[in-house]
């Protein structure tokens, strides 16, 4: 009935209201592990947001995990740490793309950096085509 397709929406919503606050967290219990871990990294940024044109195909939200910049340096650049870099891929797709665009927002480039309290997320408008 209808009433019973509006009940499990509305469960459906709170689930999912429970499961982005779970994550939310793990996200920071897990960052600070990251951290404590690697004691070379200092930070780590990612973009994550939906193309404004896709020559034709849908566009979708998507995270840039697989080239995070480590400590302020971009994937190729002098320095680069590959080791800190693939485990910070590996933390990051722990994360389904839908929890890391409820947690930062679309259009968005995300810093982490080891804090003396935690990890600190920083987020800022990311311009792209």
Known sequence: STATMQELKDRMAQLQTEYFAAAKTEFATASRGLFDANPKLESFSWTQYSPY??????????????YPEVNGIEEYGDGYDEDAAEKVKEFLGAFEESVLEEMFGNHKKVTVTRGEDGPVVETEEYDHD
């Open 53 to 66: 044109f896709n020559d034709g195909d849908e566009c979708t939200f998507s995270a840039h995990i697989d």
